[in-house]
T-cell receptor, first 109, second 117 residues
Framework: QKEVEQNSGPLSVPEGAIASLNCTYS??????FFWYRQYSGKSPELIMS????GDKEDGRFTAQLNKASQYVSLLIRDSQPSDSATYLC?????????FGAGTRLTVKP | EAGVAQSPRYKIIEKRQSVAFWCNPI?????LYWYQQILGQGPKLLIQ????????DSQLPKDRFSAERLKGVDSTLKIQPAKLEDSAVYLC???????????????FGPGTRLTVL
């Protein structure tokens, strides 16, 4: 069974703080990893993709991948109320994508 | 570039009725996916097409669900007959799917919210 696990939250952080979202996956054949943001009632929107170990930064977002530990994380710096959403972690093995249940993030003004 | 299109956006039916959803992927995307997302859960893959061939339908309840992608572009997903537990958002996604890690990136349509009464 290929599983992607996330803490369901809710995770609450004050505006301007760093939000840290974590994810583990069970399929060692996974090669591509993604973070999607999903606002309530909307479809998932891609934020970051990462394929190799280490960090990848894009604006206020940093994705971290550790394949040995089967661990992916997303850091959101200077969190804004507009970042309040559910964040879905996904792991893909040859286009076979598995999603976690998502972590609900609330950024309080 | 136009995104993934889906219709209808909302559908309410009674149990045991039939329903069909339509998806038009991003132009040039070879791989098309149908997901079921139940409230509070992540998307669950129902079926994956590469062009007009099925790659993975292991999680599709084949006794009631069917899908096709006849010309390798548009796709339809059908439920017949519907059950109460089929109430969910049905998401269509597409990706380039022509090899290489970056082609794994999936882009989602707006989804169809199905309510079965």
């Amino acid at each position: 069974q290929k599983e992607v696990e996330q803490n369901s939250g809710p995770l609450s952080v004050p505006e301007g703080a760093i939000a840290s979202l974590n994810c583990t996956y069970s399929d060692r054949g996974s090669q591509s990893f993604f973070w999607y943001r999903q606002y309530s009632g909307k479809s998932p929107e891609l934020i970051m993709s990462i394929y190799s170990n280490g960090d990848k930064e894009d604006g206020r977002f940093t994705a971290q991948l550790n394949k040995a530990s089967q661990y992916v994380s997303l850091l959101i710096r200077d969190s804004q109320p507009s970042d309040s959403a559910t964040y879905l972690c996904a792991a893909s093995n040859n286009n076979d994508m598995r999603f976690g249940a998502g972590t609900r993030l609330t950024v309080k003004p | 570039e136009a995104g993934v299109a889906q219709s209808p956006r909302y559908k309410i039916i009674e149990k045991r009725q039939s329903v069909a959803f339509w998806c038009n992927p991003i132009s040039g995307h070879a791989t098309l996916y149908w997901y079921q997302q139940i409230l509070g859960q992540g998307p669950k893959l129902l079926i994956q097409f590469q062009n007009n061939g099925v790659v993975d339908d292991s999680q599709l309840p084949k006794d009631r669900f069917s899908a096709e992608r006849l010309k390798g572009v548009d796709s339809t997903l059908k439920i017949q007959p519907a059950k109460l537990e089929d109430s969910a958002v049905y998401l269509c996604a597409s990706s380039l799917g022509r090899g290489g890690l970056s082609t794994d990136t999936q882009y989602f349509g707006p989804g169809t919210r199905l309510t079965v009464l």
